[in-house]
């Protein structure tokens, strides 16, 4: 076997996956910087989360004593993640959206990058940013009810949401395409789709209580999953072993909705190079 | 006029052939689009070292060439390329060879000078470090002092962020330039520092320009060879004094284009 090229070859590599990790950078830090210059705006929607996750807590306390521990966390589970899991979502589809705002978006897609590292980008700080606010609406919630975590697994818990996060990108994919092809259009059919996996997930409540035709659809839904596993790791302490078919069934969607999501994006790339809307708009 | 840069024999920066480009009009009442032809069987070609100058009315294709030739629109029939490299095909190696100012200085407001061009420096694969140097050293040749460097874009005036526009395509070193209008609602003395730049840029590092102007003087100044564009059609194309030389009795570049378009200037929606 000729091993002659690989120094060479590891090196162009190498080089390559630097000039990748500076464009997912780019993103990163461009994003937190404008999170520091809206910080006013930022206090806010923490403010506002924080409450929101409280009032919905606040409902399982007048339940029996009981029940009250597990009511009031299954409530708080449902407002977390659907708190970050539509945090993940928003952020991803509105970056498009902000990008048409501001007119920036041609010098975003007239530069020499790839656009999955483009998308992968505005994905990896959507997490950081999702996962830095549900810290700290979690330990607002902390201060508020005193919940007993003694069954929880919360090492399942934080493996659940990280393997939730992929499909979730990918549906944040599949949806940043419509405000690349309308502006304000675009924004309002992605809060459609939010509502909708809201309605069918079971965030605060089982899906059984649905209506039978609609349930067939929360089994689409990749937070429906989530939910149950995370519920499932901190009500009853399931481990990650116990929740390895699911966990893989929720990676499985999410391996086909990264791809699938890069795929619708880049088709309404080309529809919008080939119609002229990616032209400032708004 | 500056100098003739070209180089005959080379390679074009821009060669364009028989390109056409339509949109999808404005709804009618019957509910039908009356579709809207931006570039009608434009062919044209750029040499390298060149400021080739694109007269046009408002509406006359000269945006949607420049959205052509910078990749951000697919031709419907023809072909651009940039430096031999097709524009659809070779996507990612013509973005690496070009940089364009338009007429909007696009970018996050709230975002200060520098907080933008480090964003725009890392999608062009320059370090943190490089970024910050040839940003300062840019905006403090443009006038900018630290202070102004940090703060945010909306507050500074549109000739400042016009300067921090062109400061985004220079610092990235594109040996092509697409000028959209650059001068377009300046001051007087931001119009000049900013022709200025373009004059000193194509003097001391030879790079490629293209500018759109709707000023006749600057595009007597700066280019050395103008075309005129009207209704998606190349209508002349040549030095001013060809263009001068090809019609009877006018004096002026401005002569030249009215006699050539036969209308004034805005008589007609912007071209996308």
Not at chain 2, 55 to 78: F, H, Q
């Amino acid at each position: 076997m000729n091993w002659s090229g690989a120094p060479g070859g590891m090196k162009k590599t190498m080089n390559e996956l630097a000039v990748e990790g500076r464009t997912l950078y780019a993103f990163i830090e461009r994003n937190f910087h404008l999170v520091r210059r809206y910080l006013s705006w930022e206090i806010v929607f923490l403010f506002y989360n924080a409450i929101n996750a409280m009032t919905i807590g606040y409902i399982g306390v007048n339940t029996p004593v009981q029940h009250r521990n597990e009511t009031v966390l299954y409530l708080l589970i449902g407002a977390l993640l659907w708190g970050y899991l539509s945090l993940l979502f928003d952020e991803v589809a509105n970056s498009i959206s902000w990008e048409r705002w501001e007119g920036t978006i041609e010098y975003t897609f007239m530069a020499p990058i790839r656009r999955l590292t483009h998308l992968l980008g505005m994905c990896l700080y959507a997490v950081t940013y999702g996962i830095v606010r549900t810290v700290i609406v979690l330990v607002a919630l902390a201060l508020f009810f005193h919940i007993s975590l003694s069954t929880a697994n919360l090492w399942t818990g934080v493996v659940v949401l990280v393997v939730s996060s992929v499909s979730f990108m990918g549906l944040g994919l599949i949806a940043a395409t419509l405000p690349l092809l309308s502006t304000e259009r675009g924004v309002q059919a992605t809060h459609i789709i939010q509502g909708v996996i809201l309605l069918i997930s079971g965030i605060y409540y089982p899906i059984s209580v649905l209506p039978h035709w609609v349930q067939w659809a929360s089994y689409l839904s990749p937070a429906t999953y989530a939910l149950e596993m995370a519920r499932a790791a901190l009500l009853h302490g399931a481990t990650v072993a116990q929740l390895a078919a699911p966990l893989l069934k929720l990676l499985l969607i999410g391996a086909l909705m990264i791809p699938l999501g890069l795929f619708v994006f880049v088709q309404a790339e080309r529809f919008a190079m080939r119609t002229g809307r990616l032209k400032r708009n708004g | 006029m500056i100098a003739q840069v070209t180089t005959a024999g080379a390679v074009p920066a821009i060669e364009v052939r028989e390109v056409h480009k339509r949109f999808a009009g404005d709804r009618k009442r019957n509910g039908r689009r009356k579709p809207f032809i931006a570039v009608n069987g434009v062919s044209l070609r750029v040499e390298q070292g060149e400021v080739f100058g694109l007269l046009g009315a408002n509406g006359s294709g000269k945006s949607t060439l420049i959205r052509l030739i910078s990749t951000l629109l697919y031709p419907d029939a023809g072909s651009v390329s940039v430096f031999g490299h097709d524009v659809v095909r070779d996507q990612r190696t013509v973005r690496r060879l070009l940089n364009r100012v338009s007429v909007e200085a696009s970018f996050f407001k709230k975002l200060s000078a520098i907080e933008n061009l480090m964003y725009a420096g890392r999608l062009y694969n320059l370090s943190g470090r490089e970024t910050r140097e040839r940003v300062v050293e840019l905006l403090t040749q443009l006038g900018f002092s630290k202070a102004k460097i940090r703060a945010p874009l909306e507050e500074l005036s549109r000739g400042m962020q016009q300067k921090v526009a062109i400061s985004r395509a220079l610092m990235t070193r594109p040996k092509l330039l697409l000028l959209d209008e650059p001068t377009t609602g300046l001051d007087p003395r931001s119009k000049r520092d900013v022709q200025e730049l373009i004059a000193n840029l194509h003097a001391q590092h030879g790079v490629t320009c293209v500018l759109t102007t709707h000023d006749m003087d600057e595009a007597e100044r700066l280019c050395d060879r103008i075309s005129i564009i009207d209704r998606g059609r190349i209508v002349a194309l040549g030095t001013v004094e060809e263009l001068k030389a090809a019609q009877d009795g006018v004096q002026t570049l401005e002569d030249v284009f009215f006699e050539l378009v036969g209308r004034a200037w805005g008589d007609e929606e912007d071209d996308e």
